[in-house]
Structure formats: structure tokens, C-alpha cells
């Protein structure tokens, strides 16, 4: 009976078991991503929702690692439910798929801070922008009343005579303020914080208990991190938290290179250059101030990791090797293109989202990346597709374009995996080619 029972569990802990999980989950993340799509872009119709929801299932970082068995599709799927859920209010479903996700991996505790803070944003924003409309339309109401009343004033005056020669003065009619918040009236980033925080201050009971499950999953990984005395399990010295800013300006151009309908055109090169135009001489310091700032990242906070440097399955060990440190000016003259993409990123979601939403997004992305010393594209993912999902991108043949290319990216590293292996003389066993 024993045995039995020990030779069911071998089967199902199995190599294939185990990764056709993996399989399982990726099916599952296109439903979610298209649930996303539709829930952001409800004028969207049911053919153009699916063809961008099967792209974004064919990135290549995704599509890779759905036959393997490894954590990035699982990490990917509960992050993504645990934002459909908030965008739908399900607020205690939400954190529980985001304390799921932690579990999944530690460092979706900054998407599940992400996600709760957009949260919070929403619904804020939106009781501002609500309170506007019914406010305008009170005042409209007002002055219907107040224009009503002059008329009828005049046609009064018409049959008496008045002692008084003194005409109406309308400067005595009080008629509300319209000073209130309105989703096409906004001061800047800073006057998004000030409504924001005036807005939840008005609202910190009803926010308190909507997102106290985040509070409460965030508290819970404090303890985690105060108890396990690292954030991460396993290989602690492998993954020690380092300064690593350098990432900021690698995802950037990562990021672009995977989505060049939205980047590299001439269409937005000219975008770009005609906001620095009209913005000068605000935008000229922006740009200087960025390329002296990544300038100084990649001059002081580079760093190699020594599985970067030794381990040769990976692509970011040659792309190291062969591009960065092909010459000792090589990752200073990147500088340009890391600086460039970030801009355009920044353009991109700024059509679509508010400057707070994108300060959010950005900050998330560098708390994610930055303490991680190891260059791996596989950490880009979560960010890649946040940025996806909310780029004004509807026309099809961008999306084909992408599909196009994703899937030669992927075809390419299949090829690679299954009939270029290698060994090791210091190993045994076979070696294979992944991302």
C-alpha cells in the first residue's frame, strides 16, 4: 500500500506534471489579460480585445517560460488577477490573490503596493470627478433660475413704473464655486497628490476598510522579512540587496526593443522632438538632467554579478560580454538610447494615464529592479506588461507587427533550447540555451 501511494505521488511530482502547470497558468493569464483589455478599452470590440490578448500571450519572456517550470507564469498570472480584481472592487479578493502572489514571489509585494495604490487613485479620483459634475451641473440649474428671473423682472418693468432707477445688479446673486476637481481640469502632478490626499482624507474610513486586506498582507510580510532576516528564500548571499540603478536604464530599452510599433517610428521620434520643441527650455533641462543622471548610473552602479559572468546559458551573459563590455565607451554610449526610451514611455502613458498613475508605475518598477543585483530579463516581465496594457495602441497592425516578431523571437530560442545543447567540463549533464 505504501508503495503504491509513493509511486502515485513520483507520478504526479513528475517532470511533465510539473510543467504542464505551467501550461495550465499561461492559458489561464490569456483569459485575465483579456478580462484587462476589456475592462480598460470597453469600446474595444471582441476581435481586436482577443488579438492583442494572444500577442501579450506570445511575449517571449512569457511564452518561454510556460514549458518550464519555473515561478514567471505563475508570478505573472496571480499579479495579474490580483489587478483585475481591484479594478473590479473586489478588494478582499484582490489582496488575497496579491498575499498569493508574495508567496509566489517575494518581490510582487511592490506590485501588490502598486496595485492597492492605483486602487486608491480610482476610487479617489473618481469622487472628485463626481462631485465636479454634480456640482457643475447644480450651478447650471442656478443660473437657468437666475437667467429665468432677470426675464421676468423685465417683462415686470414693462407694466409698472419703479420709484427707483437702480437697475438688478447680478453681482448680488450668489451662485456656487466651481472650483472643485475635474477630470479635464488638473493643476500637474502636484495637483493630483493634493486632490488625492484631500480626497482620502475626506474618504480614510470607507479606504481604511476597503484596503486594510493590502495593509494587513504588507504587515504580514514585514514579519516575514524580520523573522526570515532577508527577503528571499534560499541562496540569501546570491541575492543580497545591492544599489543596482543601472537596471532602471536596462528595462527601458528592453522594454522598447520588444514593443517598436510604440517606440521606434518615426511618428513617435517626431512626437518626442516636437513636445521637447514646444516645452523648451524646460524640456532641454530634463534631458540634460537625465543623461547626466544615467550617465552617472552606469558609471557607479553597473553591477556584474558573478552568475552574470559565469553562468553561459543565459542571453544576458553575451549581450554583457559582446555589447556592453565590448569597449570601455559601450555602456556609456547607451546612455542616449536608455534616456531616449524612458521618454517615450513616459510620452506613451501619459496619452492615456494621469502624471500620478505614471510617477506610481515608474516608482514600482525601479523598487522592483533596483535592489536586484543579477541582469535578468525574466524580472522586466510584470513591468512590461502593466506598461502594455495601458498604452492608447489599437491599431492592428502594430499588434501584428508584434506578434510577428515575438513569435520569430520565439521560434529562435526554441530552436536554440532543444538542438544546441552543450556540456560543461566542470559539470555533467546537458546544457541548454534560455533566456
Not at 437702480?166 to 493643476?187: R, Y
Not at 521620434?269 to 540634460?288: C, G, H, I, M
Not at 553561459?312 to 559601450?330: C, G, T
Request: proline share 4%; net charge positive; with cysteine.
Amino acid at each position: 500500500m505504501l508503495t503504491v501511494k509513493a509511486v502515485s505521488f513520483f507520478d504526479v511530482c513528475s517532470t511533465a506534471v510539473l510543467r504542464s502547470t505551467n501550461g495550465v497558468l499561461a492559458v489561464l493569464c490569456s483569459i485575465i489579460l483579456y478580462e484587462i483589455i476589456t475592462y480598460l478599452r470597453p469600446a474595444l470590440d471582441d476581435r481586436k480585445a482577443t488579438l492583442q490578448a494572444v500577442v501579450l500571450a506570445l511575449y517571449p519572456l512569457h511564452w518561454f517560460f510556460s514549458f518550464l517550470y519555473y515561478t514567471d507564469v505563475a508570478s505573472l498570472t496571480t499579479v495579474l488577477a490580483m489587478y483585475l480584481a481591484c479594478l473590479k472592487k473586489k478588494y478582499l479578493f484582490s489582496a488575497l490573490l496579491g498575499a498569493f502572489a508574495v508567496l509566489i514571489r517575494q518581490t510582487n509585494i511592490i506590485w501588490l503596493i502598486f496595485v492597492a495604490c492605483i486602487g486608491v487613485i480610482n476610487i479617489t479620483l473618481a469622487h472628485r470627478r463626481i462631485g465636479a459634475e454634480v456640482n457643475e451641473n447644480h450651478v447650471s440649474e442656478r443660473k437657468n433660475d437666475f437667467l429665468t428671473s432677470t426675464s421676468s423682472i423685465s417683462v415686470g418693468s414693462n407694466l409698472r413704473k419703479r420709484k427707483s432707477g437702480k437697475a438688478v445688479d447680478k453681482d448680488d446673486i450668489s451662485i456656487p464655486s466651481t472650483s472643485s476637481f475635474s477630470a479635464t481640469q488638473t493643476s500637474g502632478l502636484l495637483g493630483e497628490i493634493q486632490d488625492i490626499i484631500l480626497t482620502s482624507w475626506h474618504m480614510k474610513w470607507g479606504i481604511l476598510v476597503s484596503f486594510s486586506p493590502f495593509l494587513l498582507a504588507l504587515l504580514a510580510f514585514i514579519a516575514f522579512i524580520h523573522w526570515n532576516g532577508s527577503v528571499v528564500l534560499g541562496a540569501k548571499e546570491a541575492h543580497a540587496i545591492s544599489p543596482h540603478f543601472a537596471q532602471i536604464m536596462y528595462v527601458s530599452l528592453f522594454t522598447v526593443l520588444l514593443s517598436p510599433p510604440l517606440h521606434i517610428t518615426f511618428g513617435q521620434v517626431a512626437t518626442l522632438l516636437q513636445s521637447f520643441w514646444k516645452n523648451r527650455p524646460l524640456s532641454f533641462f530634463q534631458w540634460l538632467f537625465a543623461l547626466t543622471v544615467g550617465l552617472l548610473t552606469v558609471h557607479f552602479f553597473s553591477i556584474a554579478h558573478p552568475y552574470l559572468l559565469a553562468d553561459n546559458r543565459h542571453y544576458p551573459f553575451y549581450l554583457w560580454r559582446k555589447v556592453i563590455k565590448a569597449h570601455w565607451s559601450m555602456k556609456f554610449l547607451l546612455v542616449p538610447l536608455y534616456v531616449y526610451s524612458w521618454f517615450s514611455i513616459f510620452g506613451i502613458l501619459g496619452r492615456t494615464q494621469r502624471k500620478i498613475w505614471v510617477l506610481v508605475y515608474f516608482l514600482a518598477t525601479a523598487a522592483t529592479l533596483v535592489p536586484a543585483p543579477l541582469i535578468e530579463f525574466r524580472y522586466y516581465t510584470i513591468p512590461f506588461y502593466f506598461l502594455i496594457l495601458h498604452s492608447d495602441n489599437t491599431d492592428n497592425r502594430h499588434w501584428l507587427l508584434m506578434g510577428v516578431l515575438y513569435t520569430s523571437l520565439n521560434i529562435f530560442t526554441l530552436m536554440m533550447f532543444l538542438f544546441r545543447p552543450f556540456h560543461w567540463d566542470h559539470e555533467p549533464g546537458i546544457q541548454r540555451f534560455i533566456w
